[in-house]
C-alpha cells in the first residue's frame, strides 16, 4: 500500500456467511445517497460520524450515554483487521465484503482496499445499491471478484418514489456489468405491495433476456428487522408496518426466473 486512505465503517460483521461464498468479514461503509422506504441500516444514510444517546440502566437509575455511529479508518488500519480472519478466509472459501450504505460512495478508500486485499489474495465481494457513475464501476471492477448488486424496481418513477433516486444509472451500470460477463448477483427486496407486482418481474426479466451472461438471481424476502434502529437512531421510518414475508411467499417470482433459465436462490 502505497498512501494510506482514509474511510469511515459504521459495523464490521464478522463470521457473515450471507455475504457472498464462504465465511466472510463484512465491512459497512458508512454514507448512502438513497432512501428506500425498507432500509434497515438507517444509521448508515450520513456519510459522517454521528451519535446517538443510548440509555443504560444502572440499579434503579438511568444513564444516557453518547454513542458514536460509525468510525474512521485507515486502509492500513482495516486492512490489518481483516487480516486476523485469513484462516477462516482460506478454510472456507470466504473473504471480504463491502456493503453500506453504498460503499461506492467512498471511491477512493474503496478501490485502495480493494486492492489491497488483492494483494493479500482475499476474494473480494461488493454489495451496491449500483447508483454510483459508471467511472467509479470500472475503477473496482479489476479487484471485485464478485459484485452483489440490487435491484428495487424496473420502473423509473416507482423506482424514484421508493428510494429517491432514479434507477437510470443503476439499469446503466447492471448492463455494462453485464456486457463484461462480470461474476455478479442480482439481488431482488421483494417488498409486498411495493415492487412485486407481475408487470415489474416481467420487466426484470425482459431486461435480462437482452444479455447472453445468465446472473444468479437472489430473491430477499421483506422482514421487519431492524425496524427499531429508526426509533433508536432517531431517525424518521415512512415505511408502514407491513408484516414479513415468508420463504414460500416468493415461489411464484422464483418459478419465473427458474424456467427462464436462471439459478434462484431465495436469501443472500
Ligand atoms: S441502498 Fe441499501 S443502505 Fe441505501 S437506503 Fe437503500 S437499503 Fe438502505
Known sequence: MTKSMDGVVFDIKRYAVHDGPGIRTTIFLKGCPLRCLWCHNPESFSPEIETYARINRLGEKEV???VFIGKDYTSEHLLRELAKDQLFFDESGGGVTFS??????QIDFLEDMLRACK??????VVDTSGFAPLENVKRIMEFTDLF???VKHMNQAEHMKLTGVSNKQILDNLK?????EKALIIRYPMIPGYND???NISQLLDFLKGFSWKPEINILPYHRIGRDKYNRFNKENRMPAIS????????????QFVQAGYKVCIGG
Open 64 to 66: 444516557s450515554e453518547n
Open 100 to 105: 453500506g450504505g453504498e460503499p461506492l460512495l
Open 119 to 124: 494483494r493479500m489474495d482475499f476474494h473480494t
Open 148 to 150: 452483489l448488486f440490487d
Open 176 to 180: 455494462f456489468l453485464l456486457q463484461n
Open 197 to 199: 407486482s407481475q408487470e
Open 244 to 255: 414479513s414475508l415468508k420463504p414460500e411467499d416468493t415461489d411464484w417470482v422464483k418459478d
